[in-house]
Structure formats: structure tokens, C-alpha cells
């Protein structure tokens, strides 16, 4: 199985800070039929099923703030959250989908400092 | 718009079987796999396995063969998990995905189980 590590596992952050989050998979993510790296990331609030942020490592979703940005490659992926929102506190994963079965990161608690 | 609507909370025994339902509104229910993904209480996320409802083909993660059966009935646009032998490991929020090739990317609201005797 492909084993995502995601850190930091908690961050505590003040609105209107940029943050980092990152993922690291235990085998290339790249595609090379598509030529595309199979990651995606989710936004999880309290109560709520987890939505999809980023696909492809890279494409927001339709609706997503452009202050979520997916970045990397093979590897070695990062979400980066530019001027955090009171509403982006939140728990957040990556996920691979290049291989079954699918695996998710440990998650990365965003909380208010 | 898509929506997957599930089934409700489900208080079971141990050692008893539970099946959860997924109906899907709103797209073509055959053309897509549905997944089913495990949250245990304050952790991470769990893929269970994948349905074609089309032809009713399945994949599954290698942990969970013997514990889940993944089902479907193309009338209604529902697809069902069965759990299976229940032990307190198996309490936990259960939430199926509409699948694409890029990413899943509707899920349902979630079926929280609790196995209790």
C-alpha cells in the first residue's frame, strides 16, 4: 500500500496568515499515461463529510477559494492556504488515488492561535 | 445537483451484521464507481472498496475483504454496504463516494455505527 505522511499533524495559525501543509507519498504519484500526479486534498469541518478541495495535485475544485493552492510532484505535495479565514479551521487530508487501495494522510488539524 | 443520501445512525451488537444505504440524485448513477470510506472516532480516513454499479464489479482493500459486501440496485440509484461478524474496531462513521478519474469528489453525510451490546 502507498503510505501518505502528512505534516504538521496540528497548526495554529491567526487569520490572515499563510500556511503550509504537507504530504509525502511512500511512491511516485505521477501518471504517466496522463502525465498527471494522483493526489487530492479535502477540507473536513466538524460534523461534516470531508470536501474535495484539490485534484490532480493541483486543480481546485469548482467553488474553491483561489486561496488554496496545490503544488509538487512524484512525491512531495503541499497545500498552501494564503490569508486564512476564521472558516478555513478545519481538518485537512491529502489522498492518493493512483493505486488501490486508495490512502489517505494522517490529516493536519488547522486550529486559531 | 449530485447528492448522495445515506441511511441513518445504527446502534448494533457485537457479532451482528448492519447494511447502510447510498441513493444517488442528480447524475447518472452506472457511469460512475461508488466508493465506501471508514472514519473511526478523532482519526483518519479509510478506503473500504469500490462498486461499478454498472456491471456490479468491485475492488476492495485487502483489510476489509470478509468484513464488507458492496451491492447495488440500478432501480433506485442505492448502493449498499453489509458489514459483517461487528466488533467495537468496526464503530465509526461510514461514508460513501461518487468516484471519478480524477478524485472522488461528492461524498454522502456520513452513517455513524455504534457496536454495543
Known amino acids: 500500500d502507498i503510505v501518505m505522511t502528512q505534516s504538521p499533524s496540528s497548526l495554529a495559525v491567526s487569520a490572515g496568515e499563510t500556511v503550509t501543509i504537507n504530504c509525502k507519498s511512500s511512491?511516485?504519484?505521477?501518471?504517466?499515461?496522463?502525465?498527471?500526479?494522483?493526489l487530492a486534498w479535502y477540507q473536513q469541518k466538524p460534523g461534516q463529510s470531508p470536501k474535495l478541495l484539490i485534484y490532480?495535485?493541483?486543480t481546485r475544485e469548482s467553488g474553491v477559494p483561489d486561496r488554496f493552492i496545490g503544488s509538487g510532484s512524484g512525491t512531495d505535495f503541499t497545500l498552501t492556504i494564503s490569508s486564512v479565514q476564521a472558516e478555513d479551521l478545519a481538518n485537512y487530508y491529502c489522498?492518493?488515488?493512483?493505486?488501490?487501495?486508495?490512502?489517505f494522510g494522517g490529516g493536519t488539524k488547522l486550529e486559531l492561535k | 445537483q449530485v447528492k448522495l443520501l445515506q441511511s441513518g445512525a445504527a446502534l448494533v451488537k457485537p457479532g451482528a451484521s448492519v447494511k447502510m444505504s447510498c441513493k444517488a440524485s442528480?447524475?447518472?448513477?452506472?457511469?460512475?464507481?461508488v466508493s465506501w470510506v471508514k472514519q473511526s472516532h478523532g482519526k483518519s480516513l479509510e478506503w473500504i472498496g469500490e462498486?461499478?454499479?454498472?456491471?456490479?464489479?468491485?475492488n476492495f482493500n485487502e483489510k476489509f475483504k470478509g468484513k464488507a459486501t458492496l451491492t447495488v440496485d440500478k432501480s433506485t440509484s442505492t448502493a449498499y454496504m453489509e458489514l459483517s461478524r461487528l466488533t467495537s474496531e468496526d464503530s465509526a462513521i461510514y461514508y460513501c463516494?461518487?468516484?471519478?478519474?480524477?478524485?472522488?469528489?461528492?461524498w454522502g453525510q456520513g452513517v455513524m455505527v455504534t457496536v454495543s451490546s
Open positions: 511512491q511516485s504519484l505521477f501518471g504517466s499515461v496522463r502525465q498527471k500526479n494522483y
Open positions: 490532480l495535485a493541483s
Open positions: 442528480g447524475y447518472t448513477f452506472t457511469d460512475y464507481w
Open positions: 463516494t461518487r468516484a471519478t478519474t480524477v478524485a472522488p469528489d461528492y
Open positions: 462498486i461499478y454499479p454498472n456491471s456490479g464489479a468491485t
Open positions: 489522498q492518493q488515488y493512483y493505486d488501490t487501495p486508495w490512502t
